[in-house]
C-alpha cells in the first residue's frame, strides 16, 4: 500500500541555517502528499500539499517539490528561525480519505 | 471556519480503568472523523475512522475502541487501560471545503498509564 519514509532526526540547527528533511514514498498511481507540522504542545496542522507531479507546494518559507522520477517530497527552508522548532510529518493520500503519516522529524532551531 | 474541540487535553489513569476521549467539531456537516494515536518516539498511527453516524472503521486490532452517537461527536474508549494506551490521541476532520485529505486536527489529548 501506499506509504512514506522520512528521515529520522532529530535535527539541531542554527538560526538562519538552511533545512532539508527527506521524504520518499510508495505508491500505485499519483497520490496527493503532504507536509503536517505540530509545534509543542500543540495538535498537527497542515504546512503545505502537493496534488500531482512537479506541483510545488509552499508555505511560510517551506518549499516541497512533487517529484515522480525520484518519488521523494523534500521539504525546505533556506533560513529557518527558532520558531520552526517543531515535528514535521511527511504525508500520502493514501484512500477512501485517509492519509498515511511519516514517522515525524523532530527539528529544533537555536538562536 | 471548521474546529475541532478534544478532552480532555490530559488523563493520567491506572492500568485496568475506562477511558473516554470526547471530539467534536464545529463549523461542518457529515465529516469524515478520524482517531490517531502518536506513541513516544513514533508517527502517527490511524486507529479508526467514520463517515457518519454509528459508521466506524478499525484500522488496526486494539484495546480500544470507538462511536460516533452524533454527527459531530466521536468517541475513543476502553473498558480496561493497559500501559501500552498510553499516547498522545488525536482527532481529526477532513477538511472538504479545503480539499479532499487535508485533515484538520485536534489539539490532542495525552493520556498516561501508570
Known amino acids: 500500500g501506499n506509504s512514506v519514509t522520512q528521515m529520522e532526526g532529530p535535527v539541531t540547527l542554527s538560526e538562519e541555517a538552511f533545512l532539508t528533511i527527506n521524504c520518499t514514498y510508495t505508491a500505485t498511481g499519483y497520490p496527493s502528499l503532504f507536509w503536517y507540522v505540530q509545534y509543542p504542545g500543540e495538535g498537527l496542522q497542515l504546512l503545505l500539499k502537493?496534488?500531482?507531479?512537479?506541483d510545488k507546494g509552499s508555505n511560510k518559507g517551506f518549499e516541497a517539490t512533487y517529484r515522480k522520477e525520484t518519488t521523494s517530497f523534500h521539504l525546505e527552508k533556506g533560513s529557518v528561525q527558532v520558531s520552526d522548532s517543531a515535528v514535521y510529518f511527511c504525508?500520502?493520500?493514501?484512500?477512501?480519505?485517509?492519509?498515511?503519516f511519516g514517522a515525524g522529524t523532530t527539528v529544533t532551531v537555536r538562536a | 471556519s471548521q474546529t475541532i474541540h478534544q478532552w480532555p487535553a490530559t488523563l493520567v489513569q491506572p492500568v485496568g480503568s475506562p477511558l473516554s476521549l470526547e471530539c467534536t467539531v464545529e463549523?461542518?456537516?457529515?465529516?469524515?472523523l478520524y482517531w490517531y494515536r502518536q506513541a513516544a518516539g513514533r508517527g502517527l498511527q490511524l486507529l479508526f475512522y467514520s463517515v457518519g453516524i454509528g459508521q466506524i472503521s478499525s484500522e488496526v486490532p486494539q484495546n480500544l475502541s470507538a462511536s460516533r452517537p452524533q454527527d459531530r461527536q466521536f468517541i475513543l474508549s476502553s473498558k480496561k487501560l493497559l500501559l501500552s494506551d498510553s499516547g498522545f490521541y488525536l482527532c481529526a476532520l477532513d477538511g472538504l471545503g479545503a480539499g479532499a485529505n487535508v485533515l484538520t486536527f485536534g489539539a490532542g489529548s495525552r493520556l498516561t498509564v501508570l
Open positions: 504525508a500520502l493520500e493514501k484512500n477512501d480519505y485517509k492519509l498515511s
Open positions: 463549523g461542518t456537516s457529515n465529516p469524515n
Open positions: 502537493a496534488t500531482k507531479a512537479d
